[in-house]
């Protein structure tokens, strides 16, 4: 936001302009951080959306056919035993 806000001032600005625009750019950039860490405070989070979509659960809903769910630690993958060449 910072470095596109530079670059429009920079080449589309005035002669004389209001403010230099390295520091609109600044301005440009600090409200763009402050927005950015303030959105997830303001937008629904999914909880298990995560899992969801490690597990392949959203590709099958979707008619793909994704991959098996991971395997857990000191489990068995899906398919078989998976064998480790030496």
Same mark, same amino acid.
């Given at each position: 936001? &910072?470095?596109a806000?530079?670059? +429009?001032?920079?080449? =589309? /600005? *005035?002669?004389? $302009?209001?403010? %230099?625009a390295?520091? =609109? ?10 927005? /950015?860490?303030? =959105? %997830?405070? !303001?937008? $629904?989070?999914?909880? /298990?959306?995560?899992? !969801?979509? !490690?597990? &392949?659960?959203? @590709?099958? =809903? @979707? &008619?793909?056919?994704?991959? %098996? %769910?991971? @395997?857990?630690?000191?489990? *068995?993958?899906?398919? &078989? $035993? +998976?064998?480790? @060449?030496?």
């Open positions: 936001m &910072g470095l806000t530079w670059l +429009v001032l920079l080449v =589309a /600005g *005035q002669e004389d $302009p209001l403010m %230099p390295q520091f =609109a750019g600044l301005l440009a950039a600090i409200f763009g951080m402050i927005a /950015g860490s303030l =959105a %997830p405070q !303001r937008l $629904p989070h999914d909880a /298990g959306l995560h899992d !969801r979509l !490690r597990n &392949g659960h959203l @590709a099958h =809903a @979707a &008619g793909h056919g994704g991959h %098996p %769910p991971p @395997a857990h630690h000191g489990e *068995q993958p899906a398919g &078989g $035993p +998976v064998h480790q @060449a030496n």
